[in-house]
């Protein structure tokens, strides 16, 4: 299926992806600011998967950073300089076909769409990964697994004072671990384009479906509110109270932090990015990958870096399995560095990976 992208997908796509962000994937502002520039300088398309050939070529836009940080700057700019530099970099005779957004979050979801919008080239109805993750690894397709596999990544970003660009390329752990330092050292945020790979390979370990999920996730938050979102994943509200605590700071270019609600259950929420842990009287009661998302008092979506100390919050916490996944969200070594800034062991047990 082919059809073009419009102002009500943009609306439903950033309500739709800050959802699916679980407390990450950008900011509601920036992405909705990004997506409505893309329809205002040309007209986005969307594939579906089916549409291209499994050896045609597509690539990751993406955005690496922590939302929080105090000095976060990407510009349309720098979004067209990492493909620009991207394309530089492909094999001879090789040419994209498409673009495909990293995961689901306010402003990932639309990730690719002003490209698409200046370039020409259609954005993919897949992602990475059909919900935010932290790490650059986690939405790469499992590419780390490939012994064969070069990662090229392309990067841009920064206040003109800080600004950085480059190409990195080599092994995926190492070019990733380049492009988050690059984050840091641009203020917070810095865009990428990387890792060109095979239509059918995206398909086979991504998440294809997922910008139509968001979008239609989107609009039944729309017309229903956060209960009939609840209704949609299966979930349920698990918390509702005043933010009695909150931390957060910048760990090697990631949020990281905790959240502590007054209510009776004592409800703990702790981040990387995302949440990764929700704990009520001591007891575990979700884990990263399910969803665990806050909204305010009066609904809206409320991202990690933008919770505050005494505000009011409602905590949704929807099963993994109803969720589009990649496969590297049952990779437990992915999980090592996320374990080790909390703490405490979380990785998916090793029959999830059946």
């Known amino acids: 299926m082919k059809r073009n992208l419009t102002s009500d997908d943009v609306r439903a796509a950033i309500w739709g992806g800050a959802i699916l962000g679980g407390g990450g994937g950008g900011l509601i502002e920036s992405g909705e600011r990004a ?3 893309a329809l205002q300088v040309g007209t986005p398309q969307l594939w579906s998967v089916d549409e291209f050939d499994p050896a045609a070529l597509t690539a990751t836009m993406a955005l690496v950073g922590a939302p929080a940080a105090p000095d976060p700057h990407v510009q349309p700019a720098h979004l067209l300089r990492t493909l620009e530099l991207l394309r530089r970099e492909l094999p001879a005779g090789r040419k994209l076909v498409g673009l495909h957004a990293n995961e689901n979050g306010a402003e990932t979801t639309v990730n690719g769409w002003f490209h698409a919008a200046m370039s020409g080239l259609p954005v993919i109805d897949l992602a ?10 986690m939405g790469a397709l499992g590419l780390h697994t490939e012994p064969d596999y070069l990662s090229v990544q392309a990067y841009s970003g920064g206040e003109p004072h800080r600004y950085v660009e480059g190409v990195v390329s080599g092994r995926l752990e190492q070019t990733s671990a380049v492009v988050r330092r690059a984050s840091v050292e641009a203020g917070g945020l810095v865009a990428v384009a990387r890792n060109p790979v095979d239509v059918g390979y995206a398909r086979q370990h991504g998440a294809p479906g997922a910008i139509s999920h968001a979008i239609a996730l989107g609009q039944t938050y729309l017309d229903g509110g956060v209960d009939a979102v609840a209704r949609s994943l299966d979930g349920r509200i698990v918390a509702e109270g005043t933010v009695r605590t909150y931390r957060c700071e910048q760990q090697e270019g990631l949020d990281v932090g905790i959240v502590e609600l007054d209510d009776p259950a004592r ?6 990015n995302e949440y990764m842990l929700l704990a009520q009287q001591g007891k575990r009661i979700a884990r990263f990958p399910d969803l665990v998302m806050t909204f305010s008092d009066d609904g809206k979506p409320v991202v990690s870096a933008h919770v505050r100390q005494g505000a009011r919050l409602r905590v949704l916490v929807a099963p993994r399995a109803r969720l589009l996944l990649s496969r590297t969200m ?7 560095p996320l374990e080790k800034s909390l703490g405490e062991a979380f990785a998916p047990a090793e029959e999830a990976l059946a």
């Open 330 to 336: 049952f990779m437990p070594e992915l999980y090592r």
């Open 35 to 37: 997506a409505r520039l």
């Open 267 to 272: 409800t703990t929420l702790r981040f990387i």
């Open 128 to 137: 990475c990964n059909g919900r935010a993750h932290p790490s650059s690894v």
